[in-house]
């Protein structure tokens, strides 16, 4: 979806129930709306004659007709440390019993070895920024992997025991060891 800044009006966004809406007014829109949801913003597009009652009405019609055909997608973990973090939480909630807790997880330049790395003494976890381009399911696995290191500092059997609470450990090795010999990176998941 195109974005309309310069063509038009955009309000702030305005805080809503779980998320943020930002209506858009454009003059080259006649009669036409359409809504979008990006991140954790519901971007609504209007015709800029439209009057705030009418501006009101098609944001809670358009927000109900979304929420019942494409349910919000969280944010992407590789937008921000922050949201890493988050998602970090997530997975050790889910495969690591919530007890693999990280102090900071941030992105860093890429690694010349490693996917990523962890230090245990004080809880912090780094993840090349080359991770930034695979898929979800991949960086969740190197993300569960560095958390597994929280409680297990080696790579012995509680450790992979650990790791492999994750379904898509075996692909994602693959993934990764395919993508590092097919760029010629030379990284290694046993660092």
């Known amino acids: 979806m195109p974005s309309l800044r310069g063509r038009g009006d955009t309000n702030p966004p ?59 997608r969280p944010a992407s973990p590789k937008t921000s440390d922050e949201v890493l973090l988050a998602r970090c939480a997530l997975l050790s909630g889910k495969y690591l019993g919530g007890e693999a807790t990280p102090a900071s997880v941030r992105w860093v330049p890429p690694m010349r070895t490693r996917w990523a790395s962890c230090t245990p003494v004080d809880a912090t976890i780094r993840v090349s920024d080359r991770l930034q381009k695979v898929p979800p399911w991949v960086l969740d696995y190197v993300l569960v992997h560095e958390l597994a290191h929280l409680r297990e500092p080696g790579h012995d059997a509680a450790f992979w025991a650990l790791v492999r609470r994750y379904p898509k450990t075996e692909r994602a090795i693959g993934y990764l ?3 590092s010999a097919a760029a010629g990176w030379g990284i290694s998941l046993e660092d």
Do not use: F, N
């Not at 779980?18 to 007014?25: A, D, I, L, N, Y």
């Open 177 to 179: 060891e395919g993508l």
């Open 14 to 72: 305005s805080d809503t129930p779980g998320h943020k809406v930002e209506v858009r007014r454009s003059q080259r829109r006649h009669r036409t709306v359409t809504a979008y949801w990006k991140d954790d913003t519901l971007v609504v597009l209007i015709p800029a004659r439209m009057t705030r009652a009418e501006e009101k009405h098609w944001v809670a019609e358009m927000e109900r007709k979304l929420q019942r055909s494409e349910p919000r």
